[in-house]
């Protein structure tokens, strides 16, 4: 199946300072989502991005999808920011199914 | 609020037993979707039901079932538990080709 692969797997940013992180993804796409898991455990849509760029406050992302990887961006990080983003992407070779598959995530600590 | 709703939100029960998870999706999304979130795997798709039919199958065990019932609202049964299903179960939804949404998930712990 597809593999997604996200970088960095851990990140400690002092507030407000600006942070890249990337995934790479192993196969054609149809669809590529970021999530944000808060501490809570729930999970936050982000972006739906499977090619282009979109802003979004302080967030925004970038999907290159001939190249396979996207890339989501934080500026003026928050101590709210904190907790894991996960990539997720729904192969284009999956027929008519969307399921997900998820990388392992970015754990980000924004100390204040 | 992402619209999908889920019940309970946690769950604590022992090895041997059944238990019945519960999801409604977003207003108008035919899609369902259910994910088991664990440490040792990480996030992963169980299964997917489209307007009350299976639609595709991930790593779901054989101790788990589902449904999809016809006012779309979909129900995720796992029976014989073991200590290793202990994790946050997902509910998403989607309308036809397009992002999907989470639930809150329901935390399940095996004792």
């Known amino acids: 199946g597809i593999q997604v692969e996200q970088s960095p797997p851990d990140l400690i940013l002092q507030e407000g300072a600006n942070s890249t992180l990337r995934c790479n993804f192993s196969d054609s796409v149809n669809n590529l989502q970021w999530f944000h898991q808060n501490p809570w455990g729930q999970l936050i849509n982000l972006f739906y991005i499977p090619s282009g760029t979109k802003q979004n406050g302080r967030l925004s992302a970038t999907t290159v999808a001939t190249e396979r990887y996207s890339l989501l961006y934080i500026s003026s990080s928050q101590t709210t920011d904190s907790g894991v983003y996960f990539c997720?992407?729904?192969?284009?070779?999956?027929?008519?199914?969307?399921?997900?598959?998820f990388g392992k995530g970015t754990l980000l600590t924004v100390n204040p | 609020d992402s619209g999908v709703t889920q019940t309970p939100k946690h769950l604590i029960t022992a090895t041997g037993q059944r238990v019945t998870l519960r999801c409604s999706p977003r207003?108008?999304?035919?899609?369902v979707y259910w994910y088991q979130q664990s440490l040792d795997q990480g996030l992963q798709f169980l299964i997917q039901y489209y307007n009350g039919e299976e639609r595709a199958k991930g790593n779901i065990l054989e101790r788990f079932s589902a449904q999809q019932f016809p006012d779309l609202h979909s129900e995720l049964n796992l029976s014989s538990l073991e200590l290793g299903d202990s994790a946050l179960y997902f509910c998403a939804s989607s309308a036809r080709l397009a992002e999907q949404f989470f639930g809150p998930g329901t935390r399940l712990t095996v004792l």
């Open positions: 997720a992407v729904e192969p284009a070779s999956g027929g008519s199914n969307y399921k997900l598959t």
């Open positions: 207003s108008g999304d035919l899609s």
